[in-house]
């Protein structure tokens, strides 16, 4: 007889497994609503400030202002970091236009310092000037040892 309880009270236990496996969709579908009056009645609270009052917001302070200033140091490095690539393009763009000029520079000076355009430009300017006939030689003085 022991073991007709025994039976019998899993054949209840396995029942109300089964009806309660079939109630849970209802009490899901029927917990809907109430979901949305309680999202309506947090975002009252958000938007009246009653949330801020609450202790769990209260702990959290510091660390909020923590994300807050790293949130700042953020915003702080990229526009510095924008600045400095603006710089650096500004200077770069410099250099190209000062290279150029160096080259332009670089040709006159080589045009002016040729032999032949030295003599034309001593001939215009009326100098006694003349070019040497032989070539430069070099003076070797021997030290006298004491």
């Known amino acids: 007889?022991?073991?007709?309880?025994?039976n019998m009270a899993a054949e209840e236990v396995g029942q109300k497994t089964a009806?309660?496996?079939?109630?849970?969709?209802?009490?899901?579908?029927?917990?809907?609503p109430g979901k949305k009056k309680l999202l309506v009645?947090?975002?009252?609270?958000?938007?009246?400030?009653g949330v801020l009052g609450s202790d769990r917001v209260m702990?959290?302070?510091?660390?909020?202002f923590f994300l807050v200033f790293l949130s700042l140091v953020m915003?702080?490095?990229?526009?510095?970091?924008?600045q400095t690539?603006?710089?650096?393009?500004?200077v770069k763009d410099s250099i190209r236009q000062l290279s150029a000029e160096a080259v332009t520079h670089e040709a006159k000076l080589m045009g002016i310092n040729r032999p032949s355009e030295v003599a034309r430009r001593?001939?215009?300017?009326?100098?006694?000037l003349m070019e040497p006939e032989h070539?430069?030689?070099r003076i070797v003085v021997k030290k006298l040892e004491e």
């Open 135 to 137: 070539p430069a030689q």
């Open 19 to 32: 009806e309660s496996q079939e109630q849970e969709p209802v009490v899901a579908e029927a917990a809907k």
């Open 75 to 82: 915003i702080t490095n990229r526009y510095w970091s924008e």
């Open 122 to 128: 001593v001939q215009e300017n009326g100098l006694e």
């Open 59 to 64: 702990r959290q302070i510091p660390f909020i």
């Open 85 to 90: 690539i603006r710089e650096i393009e500004m």
């Open 1 to 6: 007889m022991a073991e007709g309880k025994e």
């Open 41 to 49: 009645s947090g975002v009252k609270s958000v938007l009246g400030g």
